[in-house]
């Protein structure tokens, strides 16, 4: 095996015991999911949420917050990978809502975020979704890609939510009453949320050594490996040449030859194409062929496809 898969040979057993553990805190703090309107263009916007999603998680959090907060809009953040230099906002809130990856920020997140001038924004905020642990870790490093970027300032508040793990390389998808009190959980946290945004709270969750020394030991290897993963992926015979693949890839990574997928080594591990393959005929070597694959239930496939359009 190559790749990141070769990483996770060495490092499997340690990162499904950090699946099932959690050093962050994610008490209850919404209504979940709708898809109720957005505001319209052309009238003031006092919020934006940049998001990164796979599954459908990170954009099911953001879209309830555009919802629930009001003039609000989000905005895929592969969209801004587009413009070049600096990438100057103008709303006076800015939130980012993304998945943890081996407990940190996805690499395509991290480049855009060192881009984004936040410097003039009244408040600055992140949620994380994740499966197990990263929470803090990766909102703190989060944190120090804004000010070591181009805006040089940080984050005012951090928020962990737990969501269902879709890690389908190292684990099965949940059972549903598992999925039910977890998205049940997630509404709750992001009730809390939304009133912390509005007063403007000023936040952080703890980061300790024991979470510097968690990131340093995984991160990295993963930043390392992440663009090649795709070189263990593959496609079997019940490909039914639908395009899926392709289409909800956030960074373009699939060409289709013949209809089926050709991966073009620039892969984020968003694992949408696995997961959300139609027939389930992309697999990473023996381990996916036998699990259950999972999408947020309440965000369809086109809205995740959505987003390297936007």
């Given at each position: 095996?190559?790749?990141?898969?070769?990483?996770?040979?060495?490092?499997?057993?340690?990162?499904?015991?950090?699946?099932?553990?959690?050093?962050?805190?994610?008490?209850?703090?919404?209504?979940?999911?709708?898809?109720?309107?957005?505001?319209?263009?052309?009238?003031?916007?006092?919020?934006?949420?940049?998001?990164?999603?796979?599954?459908?998680?990170?954009?099911?959090?953001?879209?309830?917050?555009?919802?629930?907060?009001?003039?609000?809009?989000?905005?895929?953040?592969?969209?801004?990978?587009?413009?070049?230099?600096?990438?100057?906002?103008?709303?006076?809130?800015?939130?980012?809502?993304?998945?943890?990856?081996?407990?940190g920020v996805p690499v395509?997140?991290?480049?855009?975020?060192?881009?984004?001038?936040?410097?003039?924004?009244?408040?600055?905020?992140?949620?994380?979704?994740?499966?197990?642990?990263?929470?803090?870790?990766?909102?703190?490093?989060?944190?120090?890609?804004?000010?070591?970027?181009?805006?040089?300032?940080?984050?005012?508040?951090?928020?962990?939510?737990?969501?269902?793990?879709?890690?389908?390389?190292?684990?099965?998808?949940?059972?549903?009453?598992?999925?039910?009190?977890t998205f049940e959980g997630?509404?709750?946290?992001?009730?809390?949320?939304?009133?912390?945004?509005?007063?403007?709270?000023?936040?952080?969750?703890?980061?300790?050594?024991?979470?510097?020394?968690?990131?340093?030991?995984?991160?990295?290897?993963?930043?390392?490996?992440?663009?090649?993963?795709?070189?263990?992926?593959?496609?079997?015979?019940?490909?039914?040449?639908?395009?899926?693949?392709?289409?909800?890839?956030?960074?373009?990574?699939?060409?289709?030859?013949?209809?089926?997928?050709?991966?073009?080594?620039?892969?984020?591990?968003?694992?949408?194409?696995?997961?959300?393959?139609?027939?389930?005929?992309?697999?990473?070597?023996?381990?996916?062929?036998?699990?259950?694959?999972?999408?947020?239930?309440?965000?369809?496939?086109?809205?995740?496809?959505?987003?390297?359009?936007?």
């Amino acid at each position: 095996m190559k790749g990141l898969t070769a990483v996770l040979n060495h490092a499997t057993d340690a990162a499904i015991f950090l699946h099932h553990i959690s050093t962050d805190s994610t008490e209850p703090v919404a209504t979940f999911f709708s898809t109720g309107t957005e505001s319209l263009p052309g009238l003031p916007m006092e919020t934006v949420i940049y998001y990164f999603t796979g599954t459908g998680n990170s954009l099911a959090v953001a879209r309830t917050l555009s919802e629930r907060l009001g003039k609000c809009r989000c905005e895929p953040i592969v969209s801004l990978r587009k413009r070049d230099g600096k990438v100057q906002t103008e709303s006076e809130r800015v939130g980012i809502v993304f998945p943890v990856y081996y407990l940190g920020v996805p690499v395509v997140v991290a480049e855009v975020a060192g881009r984004l001038d936040i410097k003039d924004a009244r408040y600055t905020f992140a949620v994380c979704t994740l499966g197990g642990s990263g929470g803090s870790t990766s909102l703190h490093e989060l944190d120090q890609v804004l000010r070591n970027g181009v805006g040089g300032r940080g984050l005012d508040a951090g928020f962990p939510v737990r969501m269902p793990g879709n890690n389908i390389l190292l684990y099965d998808r949940s059972g549903e009453g598992t999925l039910k009190r977890t998205f049940e959980g997630a509404a709750r946290r992001i009730e809390a949320i939304v009133t912390a945004v509005d007063n403007e709270q000023r936040t952080m969750p703890l980061h300790t050594p024991l979470h510097s020394l968690l990131h340093r030991a995984f991160h990295p290897r993963f930043v390392e490996k992440v663009h090649d993963a795709d070189r263990d992926f593959s496609v079997d015979d019940s490909c039914t040449a639908c395009g899926t693949c392709a289409a909800v890839c956030p960074v373009g990574n699939i060409r289709l030859e013949d209809g089926r997928p050709t991966w073009l080594h620039r892969c984020e591990q968003c694992l949408a194409c696995i997961q959300l393959c139609p027939a389930e005929a992309i697999q990473v070597g023996t381990k996916t062929g036998g699990r259950r694959r999972y999408r947020h239930p309440d965000v369809p496939v086109e809205a995740i496809a959505g987003q390297s359009k936007g």
